[in-house]
């Protein structure tokens, strides 16, 4: 099992994830996260590699959908009700793209489902549906 999550650690570190002009896994508020977020949701290395990779999962498992959740509660993006926090995503975006394109991501991904980490994963699918990879 350990050397499952470090496997999968790596994947997600160091797959040369960019959005924009930057890497995320550069930011320096990503450190520590991934790690965190792969041993609490229980995330399989096929599913990992597949957010690393910016596929598109069809029907994801709970564990998928709650590593998205933990991730963007990690990075302060959602709150622990699951409702996204939109003026921190918006800073947060404008730092992996456009201010303008940012603003209007936030709006278009504006979703909301049954629970925190139903809607993570909609709003992560929502950005990978407009080829921006966040993972």
Same mark, same amino acid.
């Given at each position: =099992?350990?050397?499952? %999550?470090?496997? @999968?650690?790596?994947?997600?570190?160091?797959? /040369?994830?960019?959005? #924009?002009?930057?890497?995320?896994?550069?930011?320096?508020?990503?450190? /520590?996260? +991934?790690?965190?977020?792969?041993?609490?949701? /229980?995330? @399989?290395?096929?599913?990992?590699?597949?957010?690393?990779? #910016?596929? @598109?999962?069809?029907?994801?498992?709970?564990?998928?959908?709650?590593?998205?959740?933990?991730?963007?509660?990690?990075? !302060?993006? =959602?709150?622990?009700? /699951?409702? %996204?926090?939109?003026? $921190?995503?918006?800073?947060?975006?404008?730092?992996? =793209?456009?201010?303008? +394109?940012?603003?209007?991501? %936030?709006?278009?991904?504006?979703?909301? !489902? @049954?629970?925190?980490?139903?809607?993570?994963? *909609?709003?992560?699918?929502?950005?990978? #549906?407009?080829? *921006? $990879?966040?993972?």
């Amino acid at each position: =099992m350990a050397a499952r %999550v470090l496997i @999968t650690f790596a994947i997600l570190t160091f797959a /040369g994830l960019t959005v #924009g002009q930057q890497e995320l896994s550069d930011l320096p508020e990503v450190k /520590g996260y +991934k790690l965190h977020c792969i041993e609490s949701s /229980g995330i @399989t290395e096929s599913s990992a590699k597949k957010l690393s990779a #910016g596929e @598109t999962i069809k029907d994801p498992d709970q564990p998928t959908k709650c590593f998205v959740q933990c991730f963007f509660q990690k990075l !302060r993006l =959602m709150d622990e009700n /699951g409702v %996204v926090l939109k003026d $921190k995503l918006e800073v947060f975006l404008t730092k992996l =793209m456009d201010a303008d +394109k940012a603003k209007d991501y %936030v709006k278009q991904c504006d979703l909301r !489902r @049954t629970n925190p980490c139903d809607t993570a994963y *909609a709003v992560y699918d929502c950005y990978l #549906g407009k080829k *921006a $990879k966040l993972f």
